[in-house]
């Protein structure tokens, strides 16, 4: 028997446009509501590859959160171990933790929505900042959190 294919929401044209926006505004030194640019490296090409992202901190702790689940970014970050965030000429080089309780992810991804729901809810089925603890840990295991490291 096959294993269920991982969620994954991909990006269409329009998306793809407003990353490469935000990417670039990033690389500038203009962040959006907190957004900054991950740099991965690739885990077949080897090459850096870039994408914008909402990092997120909870009690002083650093998260990323892939709200369209198991992307790209996030199986190159299984394979790497981590990477690095750029908003203009700052640039935090981090290592990764993958969270895989779901308990630890539902309170991770209770603040996330907190603060990112008005952007990503449309990737969470339903799901919301308001939902029961049972349903975010239902959802925690299409929504990959990492914990970052700094090392940089």
Request: glycine share 12%; no cysteine; proline share 5%.
């Amino acid at each position: 028997m096959d294993a269920p294919t991982p969620y994954y929401v991909t990006s269409g044209p329009i998306a793809i446009r407003f990353n490469a926006l935000f990417g670039k505004l990033a690389r500038l030194g203009i962040s959006l509501a907190g957004t900054a640019e991950l740099s991965v490296r690739g885990r077949k090409s080897g090459q850096m590859q870039r994408i914008p992202v909402n990092p997120y901190t909870q009690d002083g702790v650093q998260y990323l959160v892939s709200a369209r689940g198991h992307s790209q970014w996030v199986r190159n970050m299984r394979a790497a171990g981590g990477g690095e965030l750029r908003l203009g000429r700052k640039v935090r080089t981090f290592t990764v933790t993958e969270l895989t309780d779901p308990a630890e992810q539902a309170v991770v991804l209770r603040g996330y929505l907190k603060k990112w729901g008005w952007e990503v809810n449309r990737f969470f089925k339903g799901i919301t900042v308001n939902s029961p603890e049972a349903e975010l840990r239902a959802a925690a295991g299409d929504h990959p959190v990492f914990r970052i490291t700094v090392t940089g």
